[in-house]
């Protein structure tokens, strides 16, 4: 008989397939928009004073606030007065703190990053007192529910007690306390000062009128 020899099936074969790419390990930055360029032209200019005439004042009320106040925290300029409806803003400063160049190109910094800065909310007198008047009043709400708790399960029942009229009475004294002194409380706005960087003076608060838009 004739033998017939097979394969060796024990061998499996080697099947070389591709390798998956490698994952690149460098992360790809997030591509941020680029910040929109602000439009200027320098109408007049003379030694300690410059106007700009900004488009941009005209018609975004914020960057309007956000560069006036900006420029204002710096602490060589003496004026500033800003005039939306003309699209412009006038800014006084001390001829022996700076040259005019310099000066000049700082403000045009600041004219083209106004947009990227934060810049604290304004408050009023009104809007604090009335927070800390709001703060006294759910406490003494917290206070009545901890003891109207407590009443139901030593006796079983809601019972009014001598603390829940003292709580009571002094959460009517305060709200009217409230009332009168936010009607005789001007409505006058604050704002906390800026470094010249922009940033927010860390240092003790120091509250600082914040005048109406002036007429340039």
Same mark, same amino acid.
């Given at each position: 008989?004739? $033998?017939?020899k097979r394969? =060796?099936s024990d061998? $499996?074969?080697?099947v070389?397939?591709p390798?998956?790419?490698k994952k690149?390990?460098? $992360? @790809?930055a997030n591509k941020?928009?680029? +910040?929109q360029k602000?439009?200027?032209s320098?109408?007049h !200019?003379?030694?300690? %004073?410059i106007r700009f005439r900004i488009?941009?004042l !005209?018609?975004?009320?914020e960057y309007? =606030?956000?560069l006036?106040l900006?420029?204002?925290?710096?602490?060589r #300029?003496?004026? @500033?007065?800003?005039n939306?409806?003309?699209?412009?803003?006038?800014?006084?400063?001390?001829v $022996?703190a700076i040259?005019d160049n310099?000066m *000049?190109?700082?403000?045009v910094?600041l004219?083209?990053?106004?947009?990227?800065?934060? @810049?604290?909310?304004e408050v009023t007198?009104? +809007?604090i007192?009335?927070?800390?008047?709001d703060?006294l009043?759910?406490?003494?709400? +917290?206070?009545?529910?901890?003891?109207?708790?407590?009443n139901?399960? #030593?006796?079983? *029942?809601?019972?009014?007690d001598?603390w829940?009229r003292?709580?009571?009475?002094s959460?009517?004294i305060?709200? %009217?306390l409230?009332s !009168?002194?936010?009607?005789i409380l001007p409505n006058? *706005?604050?704002r906390?000062?800026?470094r010249?960087n922009?940033? #927010?003076?860390s240092q003790?608060?120091?509250?600082?009128?914040?005048?109406e838009?002036? @007429? #340039?």
């Open positions: 008989m004739t $033998s017939i394969p =060796n061998k $499996s074969a080697i070389k397939l390798l998956a790419p690149t390990t460098k $992360s @790809v941020t928009a680029p +910040s602000i439009f200027y320098i109408v !200019a003379i030694p300690g %004073r488009p941009l !005209a018609i975004d009320p309007a =606030n956000k006036k900006v420029i204002e925290s710096d602490p #300029v003496t004026n @500033v007065r800003a939306p409806k003309a699209a412009s803003i006038a800014i006084n400063y001390k $022996s040259s310099q *000049r190109e700082h403000l910094s004219i083209q990053t106004a947009q990227n800065m934060a @810049v604290p909310k007198a009104k +809007s007192v009335g927070t800390i008047f703060a009043i759910n406490l003494i709400d +917290s206070t009545r529910k901890i003891n109207q708790a407590r139901v399960i #030593v006796y079983r *029942r809601f019972r009014t001598i829940e003292i709580l009571s009475t959460r009517s305060i709200k %009217r409230k !009168a002194t936010m009607f006058k *706005r604050w906390l000062r800026l010249g922009g940033e #927010v003076n003790p608060l120091q509250l600082q009128p914040a005048s838009t002036d @007429v #340039v």
